[in-house]
């Protein structure tokens, strides 16, 4: 093996190391050079000197001469006699290992500083020039690769979330059993948060979702005579579906995503951890009352946002199909069971367990950042409003499978 040029580095046969190094200090600096050491299947190369740009044409006039043995498998760039590096000498310890790699040889850094390595690969990172770019996928391989990274994305955060769904689940057992753990402050503020506060916008929104679709309904049904049956229509639409369903989404969208804002931005300002530094269980403290508070509230608010929607309904009959409000509550009455206002009321705590679940779980994942908060405090209202809608299809077929 042997290298060309003046100053060249040489072995002898017998693995012995050969050095013909000038390291005669010009100006304090010391020139950069390199000397080898051969064993059976491996080179090691030892750099030293000043790997800068000052040395960067006899080093590169030296490096291009290198010829490896072909029964050498692996080499080691030793640089722990490097006394300075620019971005020319790290230039050269890359070319020198990129080529090395190309041929099949393992190349490893030994003795390199911190800042002479994090220069190395930085220069590594960089497009070499005349390399060709990238060629880029098809958009359709591209829609697969992203469709599939969505997927497992999913599945792995559906698994964090029933991870946490069941640790919840056996917290609520245990508060259910030991009620005194319960925070009974907490507990109120947040009922009064959730519940109270949100009345004015739930039954705004029912009521304008009772005229539309009493208007809706009797424009249709006009066309054959059958305006009384719009009693029937909203009456069991709002009941089993309508009123539960918008009032989660309204609540999911405002309590939820609350919770995520609170509990994420305690995580920011590490109020969480020191929490945790005091022996409090986060979940105790932030989850459990929220939890509790709209499992309280959400079935308040449906009962209100049933009668208010209902109300909104029987005023839009009365101006446009001019039934009267006694004749639109004797129509209700024979129409509409009691069994279709227990179907929607059993849904609302399902509900309120799932929103809360999710705007608190998403609230724990924030990290240090105010981007983070936002960030999860939309994926919290999406997500919590996709689990009510799925919820919401499930209780329908279990409820058509029942006969209910």
Known sequence: MS??????????GDGVRVTHRNLAAANGNSPGDFDAELTDESLVLHLAGDWTIDHAGALDARLRGLSVPSAV??????????????????????????????????????????????????????????????????????????????????????????GFFGMLAMKTARVLLQPRRLRLISLAYHIEATGVSAVPIVGLLSFLIGVVLAYQGADQLRQFGAEIFVVDLLGISVLRELGVLMTAIIVAGRSGSAFTAQIGTMKVNQEVDAMQTLGLDPVDVLVLPRAFALMITLPLLVFFADLVALFGGATMSNFVLDISYGQFMRQFQSAVDVGHFWVGMVKAPVFAFTIAMVGCYEGLKVGGSAESVGRLTTASVVRSIFLVIVLDAVFSVLFAVLGI
Do not use: F, Y
């Not at 722990?80 to 490893?108: K, P």
């Not at 829609?143 to 990274?149: H, K, P, Q």
């Open 3 to 12: 290298w060309a040029g003046p100053g060249s580095v040489g072995l002898r």
């Open 73 to 162: 498998r692996r080499v080691s760039l030793d640089l722990g006699e490097v006394e300075a590096l620019d971005t020319a000498g790290a230039w050269l310890v890359h070319r020198t290992r990129r080529e090395l790699e190309a041929r099949g040889i393992e190349v490893e850094l030994h003795g390199a500083a911190g800042a002479q390595r994090t220069l190395i690969e930085a220069v590594a990172s960089l497009p070499s020039e005349g390399e060709p770019e990238p060629k880029r996928a098809s958009p359709l391989i591209d829609l697969v690769a992203r469709t599939g990274e969505a997927t497992i994305d999913l599945a792995r955060e559906s698994v964090r979330l029933v």
